[in-house]
T-cell receptor, first 118, second 110 residues
Framework: GAVVSQHPSRVICKSGTSVKIECRSLDFQATTMFWYRQFPKQSLMLMAT?????????EQGVEKDKFLINHASLTLSTLTVTSAHPEDSSFYIC??????????????FGQGTRLTVV | RKEVEQDPGPFNVPEGATVAFNCTYSNSASQSFFWYRQDCRKEPKLLMS???SGNEDGRFTAQLNRASQYISLLIRDSKLSDSATYLC???????????FGTGTRLLVSP
């Protein structure tokens, strides 16, 4: 399958600081990137969808000014959690799909980032 | 009501057992269906797509019942390595996004 690399895998930050998470598609052009959040024992909840070169579309209840998404190239999308608070501590996962894949509608996941805000 | 519902489990089974999971979805316009596997603190990985005619991949069999809006996954001859959370996933017509169930946890013991 296609490879999606997410970095960092784990981050601890102080309350009030910002954290940037990167998601890269290594062997295909990711025309669409999805960002999810998963709290313990809960399902993955979609936060936003971004298409390369366009503004992200946020799901209801997700603050776009707090969770900044940039998808400026076909291989990189970033999620920045601004002014992080302890309630933002969660597992964040990106998913990408796009051209050049056997199945363009299949989504491939990054390894996830465990964010802990102290 | 959640769009995709699953029994969270856990299902505790011995090695070699057969176990089945069900999942229901509420949107009758849903078009694509999948089972993903997620290990603890890891990303989900596609296990198999689910087709109307039913499909099998080794020890895994997936079935779709559109009339009743449920999807099933059958695992035969369970292995210790099958211990994981199994996520039922749905994609709706015209939408790019996937909708995930909360997952069913499977624990296979020796």
């Amino acid at each position: 399958g296609a490879v999606v690399s997410q970095h960092p895998s784990r981050v601890i930050c102080k309350s009030g600081t910002s954290v940037k998470i990167e998601c890269r598609s290594l062997d295909f052009q990711a025309t669409t990137m999805f960002w999810y959040r998963q709290f313990p024992k809960q399902s993955l909840m979609l936060m936003a969808t971004s298409n390369e070169g366009s503004k992200a579309t946020y799901e209801q209840g997700v603050e776009k000014d707090k969770f900044l998404i940039n998808h400026a190239s076909l291989t990189l999308s970033t999620l920045t959690v601004t002014s992080a608070h302890p309630e933002d501590s969660s597992f964040y996962i990106c998913s990408a799909r796009g051209g050049g894949l056997k199945s363009p509608f299949e989504a491939f996941f990054g390894q996830g980032t465990r964010l802990t805000v102290v | 009501r959640k769009e995709v519902e699953q029994d969270p489990g856990p299902f505790n089974v011995p090695e070699g057992a057969t176990v089945a999971f069900n999942c229901t979805y509420s949107n009758s316009a849903s078009q694509s269906f999948f089972w993903y596997r997620q290990d603890c603190r890891k990303e989900p990985k596609l296990l198999m797509s689910v087709y109307s005619s039913g499909n099998e991949d080794g020890r895994f069999t997936a079935q779709l019942n559109r009339a009743s809006q449920y999807i099933s996954l059958l695992i035969r001859d369970s292995k210790l390595s099958d211990s994981a959370t199994y996520l039922c996933v749905v994609r709706n017509t015209g939408f790019q996004k996937l909708v995930f169930g909360t997952g069913t946890r499977l624990l296979v013991s020796p």
